[in-house]
């Protein structure tokens, strides 16, 4: 099983800018703890950033056949991105939105969300413990998706034994 976390932009400067909203834990670092729970979770992590959209937008398009999930936490993006949400919504895959600040408290205008819609879950504000957090929602959707899979299976071997 493989997910993809997708990081956008500013957020390769986490550890440098606003520590009193982002906290002071580098990218790497969540990224190697993320890691080490795949581990030890039979995931298999990938891990992207990028500050331009359509580099994003392209990476979702790429997860479409080859991952099982997605983390995305599409920052600023999150506001404004129609394209971020098509993706997601094309490629069709269990996706859980993550942001390090309660974006709910913050301006007016990170209350709006482009892509909560068309991801399976959402978690915010928890800081650079989301990501776990995300990850450990992530083996449940697989362990569901897995557990219905196999339902499926022994109904279509019963029908065929009948």
């Not at 906290?23 to 969540?30: A, H």
């Not at 950033?49 to 983390?71: H, P, R, T």
């Not at 913050?106 to 990850?135: D, W």
Request: aromatic residues 6%; glycine residues 8%; contains cysteine.
């Amino acid at each position: 099983m493989k997910i993809v976390v997708i990081q956008g932009p500013n957020l390769n400067m986490l550890g440098v800018r606003e520590q009193q909203v982002y906290g002071s834990m580098k990218l790497e670092q969540i990224h190697a703890q993320m890691k080490d729970f795949g581990a030890k979770s039979g995931m298999e992590v990938e891990f992207f950033q990028s500050n331009l959209e359509g580099e994003i937008v392209d990476k979702i398009q790429e997860c479409y056949g080859d991952a099982s999930g997605i983390i995305i936490n599409a920052a600023a993006y999150t506001h404004t991105s129609i394209a971020i949400r098509d993706a997601i919504s094309a490629v069709n895959l269990p996706t859980i939105e993550v942001h390090i600040s309660n974006i709910h408290r913050r301006e007016e205008f990170r209350k709006q969300n482009m892509i909560a819609p068309v991801c399976t879950s959402s978690i915010v504000g928890f800081g650079p413990f989301g990501y776990h957090l995300a990850m450990v929602g992530m083996v449940q959707i697989m362990n569901e998706v897995k557990a219905v899979q196999e339902m499926q299976k022994q109904q279509s071997q019963a029908t065929e034994a009948k």
